[in-house]
């Protein structure tokens, strides 16, 4: 098993157990995270799974894909750590992962 | 006493209404009534990766359980309402029971529009709505199948995607001369035939249907007239041709409605304390200055929490640019804006290179794009739509400059009037043409 811990925008953190290869925003949707929404179901279509993923966990992501970066231009509060959680998928490597979920999606 | 929140309908938009009555901070009952014995769902890959099989069914809820209960949402599953009562603000179930309400939302959604020919009610023909409508078909969709779909739209073209790839023979028949014709414009329209063809399909347009005869007289093969005489054999028949959106209780109720359910930007319909929200709702779009009923997930989402935020007493009118997509073989088409009463069409990008984007301007202003496997465009004319900014033609086409730069340099004069046309929200036919012919359909949602 993976651990994933999601930090709401008020500073709770819950700590996941999580399956390889299993969606980051279906994760966080089934274990009820707040402030993540997955309306497209995880396409990259809709960019309300927005999350801003540890500084120090960056390097260990894989590279984010065109149409990624192309939807997170409609989050709010884009910055250098910003990812679509449903792009992420739970790896070996992700172990300990932490994403900071936002107050809402736009 | 506890106010109570009724919510009628369990699809994309009932369940974001739900959700969004308790985030606004609505602390009575809410009870969320669906006909179809499971939680709500996401429709749109009903015709994509679940039609595949490569999404796990548990996959499709919206929500599990365990929200709902955490946030107490009652839910009633498989049960129909028959009757509003507003004066005593009471509904009824067809099971008998009764439930009051101080506050009801309509998200009835809609249903398929049913072929209408001699021996449509064949076995061998589903339609694409439900969950339970791909579980009735799933046995018939194999490899080496002869499939024929009916209906050159969304759900048509996905699932002629989906089916050629599984391996089954597939013939698409499209009453229009393009596919899409209702919602795109003949350049994207010829792009998918063209794509559709190379991958296999057998496409016919200008196409109607006349009969459904049984070939066998066993149920077992459907054959499939042609209103141009021919006879196509097919072991799974699936036609999407459209959404009929459910009104009969509203209008029983003496709610407004015309072509949908009547509402104002608030969600509210004619009567007092009901609302409507989703594909079922005929709205006005200050964007558009006009009224539209749409049927997607963005339009089913925004809305319910336009009503939510509503009976929350936080008003917060509904202006959303209406966006929509679709997702065939290795494309993802896009769309951003409603691009009827466009008169310039300007392709950006190569359409050979099955990269690029069509933006549509009516008197050189934007009104809606479809971009293929082309999102930074669809991002940006969301941007430019929902900020009612004016971006130059020859801007738009330019590909020296990047998509996510097309907003940097805007015309400020014509900036100031956001409405492409005048922003009169008048109830006079209002409606768009292609929705009354039934709608932008396409990941379509109860």
């Known amino acids: 098993m993976i651990k994933v811990t999601y930090i709401d925008h008020a500073g709770t953190a819950r700590e996941i157990e999580v399956e390889e290869g299993v969606d980051l925003m279906d994760v966080a949707v089934d274990n009820l995270v707040p402030g993540i929404d997955g309306d497209c179901g995880g396409v990259a279509a809709c960019a309300t799974c927005h999350v801003h993923v540890d500084p120090a966990w960056q390097d ?47 | 006493m506890t106010e109570t929140a009724v919510i009628v309908g369990g699809g994309q938009a009932g369940a974001q209404a739900a959700v969004s009555l308790r985030q606004g901070g609505f602390t009575g009952r809410v009870v969320l009534i669906g006909d179809e014995p499971v939680l709500p769902y996401q429709r749109p890959p009903l015709s994509k990766t679940y039609l595949a099989g490569e999404l796990a069914k548990e996959r ?60 449509a009610g064949h076995p061998r023909v589903h339609y694409l709505r439900t969950l339970a409508d791909v ?111 459910n009104v009969e209780l509203a209008e029983s109720a003496g709610v407004a409605c015309d072509d949908g359910i009547t509402v104002d930007e608030y969600g509210r ?34 809305q319910g929490k336009t009503v ?27 769309t951003a804006g409603i691009n009827s009463g466009y008169d310039q069409a300007l392709v950006r990008g190569d359409i050979a290179s099955r990269s690029f984007a069509v933006f549509y301007l009516r008197e050189g202003r934007l009104l809606a794009v479809d971009a293929i496997n082309r999102p930074a465009e669809f991002v940006a004319a969301r941007n430019i739509l929902s900020k009612g900014l004016s971006v130059s033609a020859e801007r738009l086409q330019d590909e020296s400059i990047p998509a996510k730069a097309l907003a940097d340099q805007t015309d400020p004069l014509v900036t100031e009037n956001t409405a492409p046309e005048s922003a009169q929200l008048s109830a006079q036919s209002g409606v768009q043409k292609r929705s009354q012919s039934n709608a932008i359909k396409h990941d379509r949602v109860a």
Not at chain 1, 60 to 81: Q, T, Y
Not at chain 2, 273 to 286: E, L, R, T
Not at chain 2, 310 to 333: E, R
Request: hydrophobic share 40%; net charge negative.
């Open chain 2, 135 to 245: 579980e009735a078909m799933q046995s018939e969709f194999t490899a080496g199948a002869r499939m024929v779909v009916i209906g050159g739209g969304y759900v048509g073209l996905e699932t002629a995607a989906v089916a050629v790839k599984h391996g089954l023979n597939v013939t698409l028949l499209v009453a229009r001369p393009t596919p899409l014709g209702r919602v795109t414009s003949p350049e994207v329209g010829k792009f998918f035939e063209d794509v559709h063809r190379q991958a296999g399909v057998t496409l016919c347009c200008n196409t109607g249907v006349s009969a459904i005869e049984d070939d066998a007289g066993d149920g077992q093969v459907a054959a499939v007239v042609t209103d141009s005489g021919y006879r196509v054999l097919a072991d799974v028949v699936v036609v999407g041709i459209g959404l009929l959106p």
């Open chain 1, 60 to 106: 260990k992501l894989p590279p984010m894909g065109e149409e990624e970066d192309a939807m997170l231009e409609l989050a709010d509060d884009r910055n250098e750590n910003s990812r679509l959680a449903c792009q992420l998928k739970a790896s070996p490597e992700l172990d300990g992962l932490i994403l900071h979920t936002p107050i809402g999606q736009h």
């Open chain 2, 269 to 302: 319909t004619s009567v007092g304390n009901i609302y409507a929200a989703g594909d079922c709702a005929n709205h006005p779009n200050p964007i558009y200055g006009r009224r539209l009923r749409l049927e997607s997930v963005q339009n089913a989402v925004d």
């Open chain 2, 308 to 334: 939510a935020a509503t009976i929350c007493g936080k008003d917060k009118p509904y202006a959303q640019v209406p966006w929509f997509w679709s997702d065939q073989y290795d494309l993802k088409l896009q």
């Open chain 2, 60 to 119: 499709l809820f919206i929500k599990p359980a365990a929200f709902y209960d955490k946030i107490n949402v009652e839910r009633i599953l498989g049960k129909t309402v028959s009757a509003i009562d507003s004066r005593q603000q009471v509904i009824s179930l067809s099971s008998g029971q009764c439930l009051s309400y101080q506050h009801l939302i309509l998200a009835t959604g809609g249903r398929v529009r049913q072929l209408d020919c001699p021996g």
